[in-house]
């Protein structure tokens, strides 16, 4: 049952991974004659070090803050290496997720076929922070902290969000051999598919 092939029909607005408009499922008929492509998509793990919850996302995984705190400040450590954002959170994304909050929030659009984890801050505090591309390869480490009181949360594919507790660190990192496997029915490359959703 496991990595079985996806297939995504949009049933709502923008939809850059759906295989399919709502308006075209006569092409579902390709399924049965075999006529289609596959195309493996990375995932993204997030493991919470207080709890060891691990979870997995094909879009992104977020760091924010909740609804009433102020700004909080958020520590990525890249073995050794460290960056600070003082921002309302940060967001990891696959190629995959730089079509989606990534992509609001100012971050680049990838090919999916350039793998890489792009972190992009959510309504920055400086000017100057931007996105970054990393290696598909890199281990994160993210923690954040605000006044006394602020509640932080890790969400993932915008499902529901985790309370993280105070010190807590999310190691962020590529999906070890999980990728998704999503069927394309239609032969446009994903330079058309962006040029007819987005232009």
């Known amino acids: 049952a496991e990595n079985k092939p996806v297939l995504g029909i949009n049933a709502g607005r923008v939809g850059f991974m759906a295989g399919l408009e709502r308006d075209e499922l006569d092409k579902l008929a390709l399924l049965r004659t075999g006529e289609y492509a596959l195309e493996n998509r990375m995932l993204l793990q997030a493991t919470v070090s207080a709890d060891g919850k691990t979870f997995y996302c094909l879009n992104d995984a977020v ?8 700004m909080i400040d958020i520590t ?7 960056i600070s954002y003082r921002a ?3 967001i990891a994304a696959t190629p995959s997720g730089s079509t989606a909050y990534s992509m609001s929030a100012g971050g680049p659009v990838l090919d999916p076929s350039i793998e890489s984890i792009i972190l992009t801050p959510i ?7 931007r996105s970054i591309l990393l ?20 969400s993932v594919d915008g499902e529901e969000a985790h309370l993280l507790e105070p010190g807590s660190v999310v190691e962020i990192r590529r999906a070890e051999d999980l990728t998704v ?15 007819r ?3």
């Open 123 to 129: 309504c920055p505090h400086s000017l100057f922070s």
């Open 181 to 195: 496997r999503l069927i394309k029915l239609k032969k446009d490359s994903f330079y058309q598919t962006l040029s």
């Open 76 to 82: 990525v450590d890249l073995g050794g290496e460290q």
């Open 197 to 199: 959703k987005l232009m």
């Open 88 to 90: 309302d959170g940060l």
């Open 135 to 154: 290696s598909a390869d890199a281990r994160i480490s993210l923690s954040a902290a605000g006044a006394p009181g602020t509640r932080v949360y890790l």
């Open 63 to 70: 760091i924010s803050k909740g609804s009433l705190a102020r």
